[in-house]
């Protein structure tokens, strides 16, 4: 069964939602891979950024059930990727697009 690309949060919410994706983005991220469909996010050391990584991801996947999040921890740091199928592309790209240049790779 396919997932539809749809989200549930209300208009009233998409603002605060968005500012939040912003100020994650540009506080706990120290470098990105990206491609269309996926992102692999470094977060900054320290347990605030994962732990603000699991929050938002999981309140996301909540209202958006076709992002897909998987956060891990490595030897070469910890790790969000966000995926997601083949026609949300260009949603993933708008929330990237609240990425700070200086990241972007």
Do not use: N, Y
């Not at 996301?60 to 956060?71: G, M, P």
């Not at 969000?80 to 609240?98: C, K, N, Q, R, W």
């Amino acid at each position: 069964m396919r997932v539809p690309i749809a989200c549930s949060l209300t208009v009233e919410e998409q603002p605060d939602r968005l500012e939040e994706w912003r100020a994650f983005l540009g506080t706990h991220i120290e470098a990105a891979q990206l491609t269309p469909t996926e992102a692999r996010l470094k977060l900054r050391s320290g347990d605030e950024a994962f732990t603000t990584a699991a929050d938002l991801a999981l309140r996301e996947k909540l209202c958006c059930a076709f992002f897909e999040f998987t956060l891990r921890l490595d030897t070469e740091g910890r790790w969000m990727t966000i995926g997601v199928p083949d026609d949300a592309a260009p949603i993933l790209e708008d929330l990237l697009s609240l990425l700070p240049a200086k990241v972007r790779r």
